[in-house]
């Protein structure tokens, strides 16, 4: 079946560490996505990639990283300098990008939970 | 204030109970999603609409582009059913478009 992976589940680092969140999809997606969540607040966009080797910034992006080397993979990388690292992370993808037709559903990973301490 | 609002954010039902959930929004909007989080986190996408009505099974979907507002509905709620509830609007800034996701609402029904 096809879908989005997102691994591991749960991530524990210690306050000054950079960790890589993990995201892959078998669904043949141009556009993929990561989204925060943290408790009361909507989802909000960390970056996007809606092509190969492109990715732009989202409206929460500082302190984070990511690459999209090939279709299937976008990694997200939480780098010392995020002020409040633990949330909830999603990953998605949808066939286009937004900037191309709306009709286009997200598909969602079942997401990483990040605990700093 | 947040561009997308979402009432209730906590909604308890009876099994069997039909269910309203409300989303307003304050910007035009190109399209409409309504996801729902299941407990362990993942998101499924229930419906994309930009006018009209979507149903899907026991659930339907409407919006009312001029009224700035959409509604999800749950006929004969079951135990199921419970989840987080995503309200995400898509707007457009010149070429530019983005998601903006309300706060949700936790559905929570009693068997």
């Known amino acids: 079946d096809g879908g989005i992976t997102q691994s591991p589940k749960y991530l524990f680092r210690k306050e000054g560490q950079n960790v890589t969140l993990s995201c892959e999809q078998n669904?043949?997606?141009?556009?993929m996505y990561w989204y925060r969540q943290d408790p009361g607040q909507g989802l909000r966009l960390i970056y996007y990639?809606?092509?190969?080797?492109?990715?732009q910034k989202g409206d929460i992006a500082e302190g984070y990283s990511v690459s999209r080397e090939k279709k299937e993979s976008f990694p997200l990388t939480v780098t010392s300098a995020q002020k409040n690292p633990t949330a909830f992370y999603l990953c998605?993808?949808?066939?286009?990008?937004?900037?191309?037709?709306?009709?286009?559903?997200?598909?969602f990973g079942n997401g990483t939970r990040l605990t700093v301490t | 204030k947040n561009e997308v609002e979402q009432s209730p954010q906590n909604l308890t039902a009876q099994e069997g109970e039909f269910i309203t959930i409300n989303c307003s929004y304050s910007v035009g909007i190109s399209a409409l999603h309504w996801l729902q989080q299941h407990p362990g986190g993942g998101i499924v996408s229930l419906f994309m609409?930009?006018?009209g009505k979507k149903k899907h099974g026991r659930l339907v979907a409407t919006i009312n582009i001029q009224e700035k507002h959409s509604s999800l509905h749950i006929t004969a709620s079951h135990p199921r059913d419970s989840a987080v509830y995503i309200c995400?609007?898509?707007?457009?800034?010149?070429?530019?478009?983005?998601?903006?996701f309300g706060s949700g609402t936790q559905l929570t029904v009693l068997p």
């Open positions: 669904l043949n997606h141009d556009a």
């Open positions: 990639s809606q092509i190969v080797n492109d990715f």
């Open positions: 998605a993808s949808s066939t286009r990008g937004l900037g191309g037709s709306y009709n286009s559903p997200l598909h």
């Open positions: 995400a609007v898509l707007v457009s800034s010149g070429s530019a478009r983005q998601l903006t």
């Open positions: 609409l930009s006018s």
